[in-house]
């Protein structure tokens, strides 16, 4: 899967840092438990709302994490062999982890992020 494929290049060269690059499902796992939320990726954030309606109605997301404090994005396995996101942060080692509805689109975000994360540490 190429970034190409997913965001049109016009979109893709944009200079506007705070452009939606892609939006979807996101839910995370924090201790234990799954936290489902509406997120949304700009070439320096990713940002997280409690749903669709919450991002619509251009409300503060509920919570952001900066691309160039993140080390990865990469795929790992539960104990149930599901795959999941886990996004590794440059402090403590810290990992994210997260989950989709659908293979597919856990790989878009998977090569999204480690599209925009490098590219986020050059400023």
């Known amino acids: 899967m190429s970034v190409n494929s997913i ?8 200079k506007n840092n705070n452009e939606i ?3 979807g499902d996101l839910e995370q796992f924090e201790n234990k ?3 489902s939320s509406f997120a949304t ?7 997280f709302y409690e749903n669709k309606a919450q991002f619509i109605s251009m409300r503060k ?6 691309l160039n404090k993140m080390l990865n994005a990469d795929l790992m396995k539960d104990n149930e062999n599901k795959i999941l996101l886990c996004i ?3 402090e403590n080692d810290e990992k994210k982890i997260y989950q989709t509805k659908t293979k597919q689109l856990l790989f878009k975000w998977l090569c999204l992020l480690n599209y925009f994360i490098p590219l986020s540490q050059m400023d």
């Open 21 to 23: 690059m892609f939006i």
């Open 61 to 66: 997301p509920t919570s952001s994490l900066n």
């Open 7 to 14: 965001i049109p290049e016009q979109k893709l060269h944009s």
């Open 41 to 47: 990726l700009t070439r320096l954030k990713l940002n």
């Open 33 to 35: 438990k799954s936290i």
């Open 88 to 90: 590794t942060l440059l």
